[in-house]
C-alpha cells in the first residue's frame, strides 16, 4: 500500500552552526527581510523571498532554514545568508 500512495516533499528542514555568534540586532537594522523581537522570540527571522525559505538566527551562530522543496533551496539559502551576514559575525 505504501508504494501506492503519491506525496510531494513540501518543507525540508536544516540546521547549520557557523561557530560564531551573530550580531542580531546589526542583522536586523541591515538586512532586508528581517524581523528581530528578542522579546517575542530569542531569533532573528529572515525570510528569503526569492528562493522560499525562511532562516532562524540565533547569537550563538546556530541557523534553522525552513521551507525548501529541495536539497539545493537549502544549499541556496545557507549561501546567500552566509554573504548577507558575514559582515555581522564575531569569534
Known sequence: MADEIEYKIVNLVA?????KELDLY????EVDNVEYE??????????????GTT????????IICTGGEEEKDVKNSMKKVS?????YTRE
Not at 38 to 49: N, R
Not at 83 to 87: A, G, V
Open 15 to 19: 540546521s547549520a552552526d557557523l561557530k
Open 26 to 29: 546589526g542583522i536586523a537594522m
Open 38 to 51: 528578542p522579546e517575542q522570540f530569542p531569533g532573528a527571522i529572515l525570510k528569503l523571498k526569492d528562493i
Open 55 to 62: 532562516l532562524l538566527l540565533f547569537k550563538t551562530g546556530r
Open 83 to 87: 554573504e548577507l551576514i558575514k559582515d
